[in-house]
């Protein structure tokens, strides 16, 4: 489904994705980790372009990314994208900004997007919700429309960037409940993120990352209870203590 | 002597009221045009196209650099040279376009840069185009942040309007200009004149006013 | 038209053109002295907790903001004369700009020390700073840096208003290409230089600012 082959990424200077070589099968749910500036979020940033790459080759669903003559509507609309924060249209309500991508990009008529967009909406347990504007919304409301919104597309790919990072501690599980729900409906995911007991409930593999390169990828039960690599220790060693 | 020039004035007024019916046409003229070209510079001068924006900052710069007066009496007596018969209204409906329009520009530039990049991340992921992210996300939010200052411009068009009566445009200055001339009560006169610009210009300073405001609430609720 | 720009009539000009340059440049500096002085002290009157004295700086601000500086400046010209008051142009010209400029010098100023965080004043106060070293230490400088830009816009803008002052048959820059205008019938050679000198001054100005801004302005700490 997602194939990164030799990528590699500057900032100017900076060296960000270092020689990154990764495959993820469709219905997998891997979690990226690592300290900040690791690279973990340009990772995923880069599967829809949101990020150029340099160097390297990087596959999503048969198409081609790093080609910049290849056309991303396409792709974006196969790849639903969560932001750490939330990034939803302030001037939209819910239903607003979970159809406009349907119906603008994927051309469905009103009627049907509006339909799609309040079963979706009901979904993330957000049925009531409909009409309220994001300002009405709690942080952990808003990051669940934005997983809607990303749904809404019936993408075959949902990225998530710190999609809990930004939200107060009572909000966490229930974005998370909703995104284990996903996962365990067979949706093919890539998680950016700290919640290292999500990543042992559902995820197939774990890729850990410093310094922009990819150091371990193991899966959750080897990562954490046996990691291979010193710095893998010392990461988890750091977020486990608190 | 002074109640002999008021009694003058006051039957002046029809003149001067023509004079405000004059200022009016060619400040609400300009106005609307300028918004419309003005908005459309201010989408190219936000764009990703270096050439687009830079031609445009240019234009605006130099518009900017050069007093209004320069601008109007190069408008009415350049142009003629070139071919194109300007008469002093056209002219100075023009000169006046042409500088809100720079301004406006800026106003509508500066409003679409404001609106987080993050929105325009989450319109991207999600493969809107960028005429659809500009129309459907882009526009409605940069709106907040132009209405403020756009309707303070149209209180410096109107102000500005009354450069042209330098070339002969016959309005609310022109007027006192001429009536000063027969009723040398400078005072008076142009007493009169500044209160009718008042009577235009003060409302629309606090609609302006009223707007930063309630825009200003709008945007901490976000 | 400019099959033909003469550039020798300019050379023939220039000493005028350089003396209108001087000229504008004396008009603006005077002017913009007095505005900045006038523009404290109606500050200063405007925050007063003295309900009349705040009024009536409020007054003489909102009147100069909704009437036209040309207005104004008719209003000082014709008027002055009618009280006995026989000035020489130039200083008519002054006095116009100065209070024009004045009050917009007086809002920047204001909102300078409005945007200050009360937070500053406080840790101050917590820290025992009195008064005058609160002002000194604390709100002036951060006043400073935030005020540069708008009153050097402002200086801009009082650059570009003093052209108005040829309508009052003062010598200036603008002046300058009216004349080679009604001697040589040549206003395209005299009116773009013209624009051409205040080209000068307006990058100058620029410049200046974006310089300034760099040694003074301070970042807010996050």
Not at chain 1, 166 to 176: G, K, Q, R, S, W
């Amino acid at each position: 489904m997602i194939s990164f082959k030799k990528v590699n990424k500057w900032y100017g200077e900076l060296h960000v994705l270092n020689n990154i070589n990764l495959e993820v099968a469709q219905g997998e749910v891997v979690v990226v980790c690592g300290p900040s500036g690791s690279g973990k979020s340009t990772l995923i940033r880069c599967i829809n372009r949101l990020e150029p790459i340099q160097k390297g080759e990087l596959v999503v669903d048969d198409m081609e990314v790093h080609d910049k003559k290849t056309n991303m509507t396409k792709i974006r609309a196969e790849i639903g994208f969560v932001f750490q924060s939330f990034n939803l249209y302030p001037h939209m309500t819910a239903l607003g900004n979970v159809t406009i991508a349907p119906i603008k990009v994927r051309k469905i008529p009103k009627g049907e997007a509006e339909k799609l967009g309040r079963e979706t909406l009901t979904r993330v347990g957000l049925g009531e919700r409909i009409d309220n504007y994001p300002a009405q919304l709690s942080g952990g409301q808003q990051q669940r429309v934005a997983i809607a919104r990303g749904l809404c597309m019936r993408p075959k790919i949902m990225l998530f960037d710190e999609p809990t990072s930004a939200l107060d501690p009572e909000m966490i599980n229930e974005v998370l409940d909703v995104m284990r729900d996903l996962a365990k409906e067979g949706m093919t995911m890539m998680v950016v993120t700290h919640e290292m007991g999500f990543a042992r409930e559902v995820a197939n593999r774990v890729v850990f990352m410093d310094d922009g390169q990819i150091i371990e990828v193991a899966t959750p039960h080897d990562f954490f209870t046996n990691p291979q690599s010193d710095r893998g220790k010392n990461f988890l060693s750091s977020i486990l203590t608190h | 002597m002074w109640s002999f020039y008021f009694n003058e004035l006051i039957r002046s007024l029809p003149f001067f009221l023509k004079g405000l019916w004059m200022t009016v046409a060619v400040s609400g003229l300009s106005l609307i045009a300028g918004t419309i070209i003005g908005s459309i510079w201010g989408i190219m001068r936000s764009s990703r196209n270096k050439i687009l924006r830079s031609i445009i900052g240019a234009w605006v710069d130099l518009i900017r650099g050069t007093p209004f007066l320069v601008q109007v009496f190069i408008i009415f007596f350049i142009l003629p040279s070139a071919g194109i018969e300007l008469e002093a209204f056209p002219a100075a409906v023009i000169a006046l376009t042409n500088m809100g329009a720079c301004f406006i520009c800026e106003i509508v530039a500066g409003g679409i840069m404001a609106v987080p990049s993050g929105q325009r991340e989450a319109a991207t992921a999600s493969g809107l185009s960028s005429f659809q992210q500009l129309r459907y996300i882009v526009l409605p939010q940069a709106l907040r942040t132009i209405l403020p200052p756009l309707v303070g411009q149209y209180v410096l068009i109107v102000k500005d309007s009354s450069v042209v009566s330098a070339i002969g445009v016959v309005d609310v200055t022109r007027v006192g200009w001429l009536t000063v001339q027969r009723i040398p009560e400078g005072l008076m006169v142009f007493g009169l004149v500044g209160l009718l610009y008042f009577a235009i210009c003060y409302p629309l300073i606090n609609l302006s006013n009223v707007l930063e405001r309630r825009m200003t609430v709008v945007a901490t609720k976000l | 038209m400019l099959e033909a720009f003469n550039f020798r009539v300019i050379l023939e000009y220039m000493p005028l053109y350089l003396q209108c340059f001087s000229a504008t440049l004396w008009l603006s500096a005077l002017s913009l002295l007095g505005a900045i002085i006038v523009g404290t002290i109606a500050c200063a009157m405007r925050l007063s907790q003295s309900r009349t004295i705040s009024r009536i700086a409020g007054i003489y601000i909102e009147s100069i903001r909704s009437t036209p500086l040309l207005a104004q400046l008719y209003f000082f010209y014709f008027g002055l004369p009618s009280l006995g008051v026989m000035l020489p142009e130039w200083v008519t010209g002054i006095i116009a700009l100065t209070l024009n400029s004045g009050a917009y010098y007086a809002e920047i100023i204001r909102a300078g020390i409005q945007a200050i965080p009360y937070g500053q004043i406080e840790a101050g106060i917590a820290s025992g700073l009195n008064y005058f070293q609160r002002m000194r230490y604390i709100i002036l400088p951060q006043a400073l840096g935030m005020t540069i830009r708008p009153m050097l816009g402002q200086a801009i803008v009082l650059v570009k208003d003093s052209s108005l002052l040829s309508l009052i048959s003062i010598m200036e820059l603008t002046r300058a290409g009216q004349l080679l205008t009604s001697d040589r019938f040549m206003p395209t050679e005299g009116f773009l230089t013209t624009a051409a000198f205040y080209l000068v001054i307006y990058y100058l100005l620029k410049g200046f600012s974006g310089w300034s801004e760099k040694r003074l302005i301070f970042r807010e700490a996050h």
